[in-house]
């Protein structure tokens, strides 16, 4: 059985590796790039499944039509459809989610749900909840799917919809009523690769927060200070 996955992060490409050597009779492809994601190679290769783990590009309709494309949104649908759903999350104080895999389709996050997975949000920086998320896609919801080949079920209950996130919105003096833990909260959502880090605006200079940690009385972490272009 040919498996297509699609992806781009670190972690998910490790784990990528990782998942072929545990599965050797699935015959895993890797698509990594938004490029290589088009009719003719997939045409090519003739999936059964092609999964999307943390996949920020447009899936065109002409692949999720002809082939049974799965992707993994972090909210538990059809809560919190739409962008930045870590942030949102987080920002709206919820320290339990579910990862929920669903099949691809023309509205957005829309689609009949396989099946969902916990998922704590509660501490640590958004890179370490996004390892933690892969790990539970690729070692348990993906060996699911292709063991059992459970059928998606159309998503049930109010819908509630995320907006993506923009850059100023990074700002910590967007932060209505600031206490340490909400601090804490903004600053660890964001600490991932090409997000917007938390950060202050100081006499022509930018001051970026990452690494955070809460102590009883105090936040501490790492600080980088880059003049304003």
Same mark, same amino acid.
């Given at each position: 059985?040919?498996?297509?996955?699609?992806?781009?992060?670190?972690?998910?490409?490790?784990? $990528?590796?990782?998942?072929?050597?545990?599965?050797?009779?699935? &015959? $895993?492809?890797?698509?990594?790039? &938004?490029? +290589?994601? %088009?009719?003719?190679?997939?045409?090519?290769?003739?999936?059964?499944?092609?999964?999307?783990?943390?996949?920020?590009?447009?899936?065109?309709q002409?692949?999720?039509?002809?082939?049974?494309?799965?992707?993994?949104?972090?909210?538990?649908?059809?809560?919190?459809?739409?962008?930045?759903?870590?942030? %949102?999350?987080?920002?709206?104080g919820?320290?339990?989610?579910?990862? +929920? @895999?669903?099949?691809?389709?023309?509205?957005?996050?829309?689609?009949?749900?396989?099946?969902? *997975?916990?998922?704590?949000? +509660?501490?640590?920086? @958004?890179?370490?909840?996004?390892? *933690?998320?892969?790990?539970?896609?690729?070692?348990?919801?993906?060996?699911?799917?292709?063991?059992?080949?459970?059928?998606?079920?159309?998503?049930?209950?109010?819908?509630?919809?995320?907006?993506?996130?923009?850059? *100023?919105?990074?700002?910590?003096? @967007?932060?209505? %009523?600031?206490?340490?833990?909400?601090?804490?909260?903004?600053?660890?959502?964001?600490? @991932?690769? +090409?997000y917007?880090?938390?950060?202050?605006?100081?006499?022509g200079?930018?001051?970026? $927060?990452?690494?955070?940690?809460?102590k009883k &009385?105090?936040?501490?972490?790492?600080?980088?200070?880059?003049?304003?272009?």
């Open positions: 059985m040919k498996i297509v996955i699609a992806t781009l992060k670190k972690w998910n490409l490790k784990n $990528f590796k990782k998942l072929q050597k545990l599965y050797p009779h699935f &015959k $895993f492809i890797l698509i990594k790039d &938004k490029e +290589s994601l %088009n009719l003719s190679l997939i045409h090519s290769i003739n999936p059964r499944f092609i999964f999307f783990p943390h996949w920020s590009y447009k899936i065109s002409d692949i999720y039509q002809n082939y049974e494309c799965i992707v993994f949104h972090m909210t538990d649908l059809p809560f919190g459809r739409g962008g930045s759903p870590l942030q %949102n999350l987080i920002a709206q919820i320290k339990k989610t579910k990862i +929920s @895999a669903l099949r691809v389709c023309e509205v957005l996050d829309g689609g009949d749900i396989y099946l969902k *997975e916990p998922l704590d949000v +509660s501490k640590g920086s @958004a890179k370490k909840i996004y390892q *933690e998320s892969s790990e539970i896609i690729f070692f348990k919801m993906i060996p699911y799917i292709l063991q059992n080949k459970p059928k998606p079920k159309p998503q049930s209950g109010e819908i509630v919809t995320f907006k993506r996130r923009t850059p *100023e919105q990074s700002d910590l003096n @967007a932060l209505m %009523n600031p206490a340490l833990g909400k601090l804490y909260d903004f600053i660890r959502m964001l600490d @991932a690769p +090409s917007p880090k938390a950060f202050l605006d100081w006499n200079f930018e001051i970026q $927060f990452s690494c955070v940690k809460q &009385k105090s936040l501490i972490g790492r600080f980088k200070i880059c003049r304003k272009s």
